[in-house]
């Protein structure tokens, strides 16, 4: 079968354009299985999805979004049945709420996969091409004779080995942009890949939803991680990667065997970073030099908050804030870039919780630090206490982009407006009221370069807010 694997384009992201990496896992297992994939992400192409659609003469369109693109994705299986495709919907809005697009208000939509599906999508297509029942598809929600259909879940696959690698030589890697333009400048000329070298994570933060990888953590074997970076590095010639697992590094020992490894095959001469961050509890000293000559250039740490009691209670983040010191220690004393995540705005988050954050991220000092306004996405501990006891006000499913400068829900004894203030008081007090800071920015080319990109930002982040701060939402 001739399969167009699709990712939605959207406004709500940034100028960041990283390949989708999900997409890849699928269109490998697909070729693996004879069938012939395409891969099209909106965000890079530039021909409309009608005219790749009739030059492959593709017959099935597999969509993956997350939840601030769900409408995108259903707008795109709108084309998809005007075309005389079958759509298929798959990634980790539909895993958490698959019902919705199978109902009748999304004819456009003719089946969905929850859960992990490199193995179901070769049902699937097998289904489709009559070797197979659709009924025995696994995580499959579809209709009969009008009726939607539920079969039976898809479990986590538990060798990650048997999965070949991401089918990396179809991505249009150069209309890609580096991994964080934001921080080191626009590079238009990047060959960036990302790496994904386990699965899941057994933490239970109360904000993150973690739909299709689970709270099992499954690594890849060392010598499978080090097969697939020594193909991106030699043979696709990357001039980045970075690492986008939930938690790469929770067994201690094999973060280093693997940056051993990258020491000893060569294939540290290409810089790397870690995308989402590394669990500060699972660090040593050691790690980080290991880090430093297996080429990586940045490592994040997601710090969330600077009030003990938000973070144990609130977040249950499982770790200190004496953890998250000696991390920033470690890594700088290595010579690595520091990058911190924090939130604001999490349920029970006052003013003095907020500024406690603020003064731990200026203690900490990182290179780069990303704030972030809590969200609450539906799956989450976080969602449900919201939905419980307060009101959540994100009325489209595109305020749910963590890049929204808007709060989402209120609580009792919770101000959103505060939240919002206090979040762009952050960014002021870390950035704009520090002249190292101002120098850094200024200083880069792209500063000038993307005069309009920067005048945005700067208003985004630094323009205050005019609040009345009072100790409840009205």
């Known amino acids: 079968m001739k399969v167009l694997l699709a990712s939605p384009e959207s406004e709500v992201w940034t100028s960041r354009k990283h390949i989708p990496l999900g997409l890849g896992y699928l269109a490998a297992v697909l070729r693996e299985n004879g069938h012939q994939v395409g891969i099209f992400d909106s965000a890079i192409e530039d021909e409309p999805l009608e005219t790749v659609v009739r030059r492959g003469g593709y017959e099935l369109l597999g969509i993956s979004a997350v939840t601030p693109l769900i409408v995108d994705a259903w707008n795109m299986a709108k084309e998809g049945k005007r075309l005389g495709m079958t759509t298929l919907l798959?990634?980790?809005?539909?895993?958490?709420?698959?019902?919705?697009?199978?109902?009748?208000e999304h004819l456009e939509v003719d089946y969905v996969i929850q859960g992990e599906a490199e193995q179901s999508i070769i049902e699937f297509v097998d289904a489709l091409e009559g070797r197979r029942p659709m009924e025995t598809v696994h995580g499959l929600y579809w209709r009969k004779n009008g009726e939607m259909q539920v079969n039976a879940p898809a479990g986590l696959i538990p060798n990650l080995d048997a999965i070949p690698y991401p089918a990396h030589d179809l991505y249009k890697i150069t209309r890609y942009t580096n991994l964080n333009p934001l921080t080191d400048g626009l590079d238009t000329k990047a060959r960036a890949y990302t790496i994904m070298?386990?699965?899941?994570?057994?933490?239970?933060?109360?904000?993150?939803?973690?739909?299709?990888?689970?709270?099992?953590w499954r690594p890849r074997s060392v010598a499978n991680v080090i097969g697939e970076w020594r193909w991106l590095v030699k043979d696709l010639k990357a001039t980045e990667i970075g690492l986008t697992d939930d938690i790469w590094n929770l067994k201690l020992d094999r973060a280093k065997e693997i940056c051993r490894a990258l020491v000893a095959e060569g294939l540290n001469t290409v810089p790397w970073t870690t995308v989402h961050g590394m669990k500060v509890n699972h660090t040593d000293p050691e790690l980080f030099k290991l880090m430093k000559a297996a080429g990586c250039r940045r490592v994040g740490f997601g710090v969330e908050s600077g009030d003990p009691t938000i973070l144990r209670n609130v977040i249950k983040k499982s770790q200190s804030l004496d953890m998250v010191r000696n991390a920033f220690k470690w890594a700088k004393d290595a010579g690595l870039q520091t990058m911190g995540f924090f939130i604001y705005g999490m349920p029970q988050e006052t003013a003095e919780t907020m500024e406690k954050t603020t003064r731990f991220a200026l203690e900490l000092d990182p290179d780069h630090a990303h704030f972030m306004l809590a969200t609450p996405y539906p799956g989450t501990e976080m969602y449900d206490v919201i939905k419980q006891y307060g009101n959540i006000f994100a009325n489209e499913w595109a305020d749910y982009a963590i890049q929204s400068d808007k709060a989402r829900f209120t609580m009792p004894d919770y101000d959103p407006d505060l939240v919002v203030h206090k979040w762009k008081e952050a960014y002021r007090r870390f950035y704009l009221y520090r002249p190292k800071r101002v120098w850094e920015k200024v200083s880069k080319k792209s500063f000038w370069t993307d005069l309009p990109g920067t005048v945005a930002n700067a208003m985004r982040f630094f323009v205050p807010e005019k609040v009345k701060v009072v100790g409840k939402a009205g």
């Open 90 to 104: 798959g990634g980790p809005h539909l895993t958490l709420m698959p019902e919705e697009s199978i109902g009748p």
């Open 197 to 216: 070298t386990s699965r899941g994570c057994p933490y239970k933060c109360t904000y993150c939803s973690k739909p299709i990888t689970g709270d099992t």
